[in-house]
C-alpha cells in the first residue's frame, strides 16, 4: 500500500504515523481518528495530512484501503501447476513454432547476443545467457537497466528482452537506445500489446494470468524458461546441420 514514493514524502511527524500503522494495522482498522492521534501522540490534523500522502481523501477511505490491502495479502496463491501445463500444452501451434524458428535464425547469424531483463526477469536473463553459451553460442546478460552501454554500433547485435509486463520504464528506456544503434530485438513477455513487444523485432509472447501478492510479482516464470531452451535446443540443431553442411563442402 506504501509506495517508495509516499513514505520518502513524510516529515517526522507523519513518519510516527506510518510506523505505528503498519506494527499495528489490525488495531488500526478499528480505531477512530481521534484515538490514533491519542496513541501516536500527534494531531488529528497531521493524521488527515498523512491520509492525503497516501493517496487518500480522508482517514475513512485510508482505513478502507488499509481492508483491503490486508484482504490482498491473505489471498491464496494458485498451488497447482495448472497454468503451466495448460502453456505448454498450447504452445506447440504453427504461428508459434514459425515466432521461434525466425528468433532461432536472427540468434544463429548474430556476432554477439544480450539478454536483457530486471528483478525475476533479471533471473531468467542470467539463465539465459548460460543456457545459450552452454551449447556454443556466447550470450551475455544484463540484468541491471541502469548498466553503462557505449554508443557504438549494434549491427550484428540481438538483445533477447524478456520482461512479464512489457512495460518496465527503465528496460523500455535501455531497449531505446540499442534499437537507435542498429541492434536486432527479440521479446518474451506475456503479453504481445505491451510496448516492448511492440518495440521488438520479433515478438514472442506467452500469456499467463499475472500473480501478485500485495505489491510482489510471482507470475509463473515456466513459460519463459520453456522458450528459451526450445529456443536454445533448436540453435543447436541449427549450428550442429551449419558444421556438417560446411565439412561437407570442403571434402
Sequence with gaps: ????????????????????????????????????????????????????????????????????????????????????????????????????????????????????GAGSSGIMAKYGARYLTNIGKHAQCIDDAYYPVTDEDCTGTVLIVLSVSGETDEIIYRLNHFKGLNAKIISITNTDTSTIA?????????????????VFDITTQVPVIYLIEVIGKKLHKLRKEAILTLESKLL
Design 1 to 116: 500500500m506504501f509506495t517508495y514514493e509516499q513514505i520518502h514524502s513524510l516529515n517526522d511527524l507523519e513518519f510516527e504515523v506510518y510506523n505505528y500503522i503498519v506494527k499495528n494495522r489490525d488495531k488500526v482498522l478499528n480505531m477512530r481518528i481521534r484515538e490514533l492521534a491519542q496513541e501516536v501522540h500527534v494531531s488529528t490534523t497531521t493524521i488527515l495530512r498523512f491520509c492525503k500522502k497516501m493517496g487518500c481523501e480522508g482517514y475513512s477511505e485510508f482505513k478502507v484501503k488499509l481492508k483491503m490491502t490486508k484482504f490482498m495479502d491473505q489471498q491464496e496463491v494458485m498451488t497447482h501447476t495448472g497454468v503451466a501445463l495448460d502453456y505448454l500444452k498450447q504452445i506447440e501451434t504453427e504461428e508459434k513454432n514459425k515466432l521461434t524458428e525466425k528468433a532461432v535464425t536472427l540468434i544463429h547469424q548474430a556476432q554477439r547476443v544480450i539478454f536483457l
Design 198 to 214: 511492440k518495440m521488438a523485432d520479433i515478438a514472442i509472447s506467452y500469456y499467463v494470468p499475472k500473480e501478485e501478492i500485495y
